[in-house]
């Protein structure tokens, strides 16, 4: 009898952890310019733990599930689109555009995660 408890207790997870939805984090981090026109369903880091590379990201008519952060020195232009956790700026990471049909906030932060 505890056995088959047991079992049944591991299937439960098993069940749970297989249909539980995932956070990922997309990274743009190689010094080049991207644009985000497009639905990106997890949470967006420019130049995390990168010094140097200065990638910058142009955010135009997309949609990002999460937040986008920008860290370093990575430059951020938002032109439209929207991101449901905000933005955020951590160390030396530049909001250079602020225009648009944007939705959510943008905000300098003290510390990375």
Do not use: Q
Not at 74 to 87: E, F, K
């Amino acid at each position: 009898m505890k056995c088959r408890r047991v079992e049944i207790l591991a299937a439960v997870v098993v069940l749970f952890l297989s249909v539980s939805p995932v956070m990922a984090v997309i990274e743009f981090k190689d010094g080049l310019i991207h644009d985000i026109d497009y639905l990106i369903n997890d949470e967006v880091w420019v130049d995390y733990e990168s010094p140097g590379m200065g990638t910058t990201v142009n955010m135009l008519d997309g949609s990002i599930t999460s937040a986008l952060n920008g860290y370093e020195d990575s430059i951020i232009n938002i032109l439209g689109g929207r991101a449901r956790g905000g933005c955020g700026l951590i160390t030396e990471a530049r909001l250079l555009s602020l225009v648009g049909r944007w939705r959510g906030a943008c905000m300098p932060m003290t510390e990375a995660r």
